[in-house]
T-cell receptor, first 114, second 115 residues
Framework: DSGVTQTPKHLITATGQRVTLRCSPRSGDLSVYWYQQSLDQGLQFLIQ???????AKGNILERFSAQQFPDLHSELNLSSLELGDSALYFC?????????????FGEGSRLTVL | AQKITQTQPGMFVQEKEAVTLDCTYDTSDPSYGLFWYKQPSSGEMIFLIYQGSYDQQNATEGRYSLNFQKARKSANLVISASQLGDSAMYFCAMREQNTGNQFYFGTGTSLTVIP
């Protein structure tokens, strides 16, 4: 158990809909990362927050948005969903914004868009 | 240029044998960390082993060891005495000190352990 909690674990929805994925980082971790892993794809970095502030942005679509709340949990909002958005979405956390420490991953939220 | 390169899309190993999964990296930052993660078919990402750029010795964690060749920018994962449960995707990753908010992943290697 990494200590990172993601909900829901599985989600099935229709095209055009909107969903919210939730992540609670490990206790004490201030930095949260979101990654997308599509079928047979590697991990695509979406966005990073540190202590409530956006710090880095990767290949995140405009239809997607995220935020980190004062209690440090984070939410990834996916709207106007398309079939291609079906993927495993990971949240990961680390203690610091920088440094060379490891990332701790949640178990992922598997999104299926029909 | 790719920050992390894993050139083996798929590997097979006989049970109880050792296997090496290749990883090369590209960085000009003198301080960085190298990581290996395992992703079984259930999907979760499991941290396996870490090597710091200033570590003098190769990292080991049980049956996992990291063959760190700094001059060659190579960080291969060695799994000894393979078990059926080792069948999974394996990802090499790097984090740089100066851009520590970036965590770079390779494309992964699918390992299959044959009984």
């Amino acid at each position: 158990d990494s200590g990172v909690t993601q909900t829901p674990k599985h989600l099935i929805t229709a095209t055009g809909q909107r969903v919210t994925l939730r992540c609670s980082p490990r206790s004490g971790d201030l930095s949260v990362y979101w990654y997308q892993q599509s079928l047979d794809q590697g991990l695509q970095f979406l966005i990073q927050y540190y202590n409530g502030e956006e710090r880095a942005k990767g290949n995140i679509l405009e239809r997607f948005s995220a935020q980190q709340f004062p209690d440090l949990h984070s939410e990834l909002n996916l709207s106007s969903l398309e079939l291609g958005d079906s993927a495993l979405y990971f949240c990961a956390s680390s203690v610091r914004e920088g440094g060379t420490g490891e990332l701790f991953f949640g178990e992922g939220s598997r999104l299926t868009v029909l | 240029a790719q920050k992390i390169t894993q050139t083996q899309p798929g590997m097979f190993v006989q049970e109880k044998e050792a296997v090496t999964l290749d990883c090369t990296y590209d960085t000009s930052d003198p301080s960085y960390g190298l990581f290996w993660y395992k992703q079984p078919s259930s999907g979760e990402m499991i941290f396996l082993i870490y090597q710091g750029s200033y570590d003098q010795q190769n990292a080991t964690e049980g049956r996992y060891s990291l063959n760190f060749q700094k001059a060659r920018k190579s960080a291969n994962l060695v799994i000894s005495a393979s078990q059926l449960g080792d069948s999974a995707m394996y990802f090499c990753a790097m984090r740089e000190q100066n851009t520590g908010n970036q965590f770079y992943f390779g494309t992964g290697t699918s390992l299959t352990v044959i009984p």
